[in-house]
Antibody, heavy 124, light 110 residues
Framework: QVQLQESGPGLVKPSQTLSLSCSVSGVSISSGTFFWNWIRQPAGKGLEWIGRIYTSGITSYNPSLKSRVTISLDTSKNQFSLKLNSVTAADTAVYYC????????????????WGPGTLVTVSS | QSALTQPASVSGSPGQSITISCTGTNNDIGTYNYVSWYQQHPGKVPKLLIYDVDNRPSGVSNRFSGSKSGSTASLTISGLQAEDEADYYCCSYTSTVPYLFGTGTKVTVL
């Protein structure tokens, strides 16, 4: 059974860098079959896709966040990470990591499973 | 790019069927058959219900079904049950973002 678990500071000061990790169990992130994603949800609001990384290290980011986001892999720990710099209160949200599956010869895909999420608050 | 458009709320009585719409553009739903739907109970993690427009993962009740017409995708819940009361989100692959979620729909079971 594949499981994901987010970890990282729950409080970040404005203008600093938000750093989160997602530990994956039950499958190797090097398997080459899946993409690994970050998604966030401000309290009481909808979901926003942040970005994804493939086993090759190729990344894709939401254009609205692209200038501030970096997603990376650590295959030795079977985890991937998110860095979001120059944060403001608008970045306060529950951050989820999720696996993206794509059917052969397709472009899109679906997010499953998801980690339990971690609340990150941006405040001084 | 703005979120896909969903009705803020939909309600129905137990046993009834309801349909949630998800409207996009030719940059997303209108071009690609990569629409997925998620159910989220309060304080819980989103759960995959439908993928690639009309495919249901194993373990998901067959009361949930998906479809698409033009730039609008739909999720139908038949035989509405109290446990279906939750928020529902659509998501589509797009030519720009590349993944865009809907605004979310709160389903109330009367």
């Amino acid at each position: 059974q594949v499981q994901l678990q987010e970890s990282g500071p729950g409080l970040v000061k404005p203008s600093q860098t938000l750093s989160l990790s997602c530990s994956v169990s039950g499958v190797s992130i090097s398997s080459g079959t899946f993409f690994w994603n970050w998604i966030r949800q401000p309290a009481g609001k909808g979901l926003e896709w942040i970005g994804r990384i493939y086993t090759s290290g190729i990344t894709s980011y939401n254009p609205s966040l692209k200038s501030r986001v970096t997603i990376s892999l650590d295959t030795s720990k079977n985890q991937f990470s998110l860095k979001l710099n120059s944060v403001t209160a608008a970045d306060t949200a529950v951050y989820y990591c999720a696996r993206l599956s794509i059917a052969p010869r397709h472009k899109g895909g679906w997010f499953d499973p998801w980690g339990p999420g971690t609340l990150v608050t941006v405040s001084s | 790019q703005s979120a896909l458009t969903q009705p803020a709320s939909v309600s129905g009585s137990p046993g009834q069927s309801i349909t949630i719409s998800c409207t996009g553009t030719n940059n997303d739903i209108g071009t690609y058959n990569y629409v997925s739907w998620y159910q989220q109970h309060p304080g819980k993690v989103p759960k995959l219900l439908i993928y690639d427009v009309d495919n249901r993962p194993s373990g998901v009740s067959n009361r949930f079904s998906g479809s698409k017409s033009g730039s609008t995708a739909s999720l139908t819940i038949s035989g509405l049950q109290a446990e279906d009361e939750a928020d529902y989100y659509c998501c589509s692959y797009t030519s720009t973002v590349p993944y865009l979620f809907g605004t979310g729909t709160k389903v109330t079971v009367l």
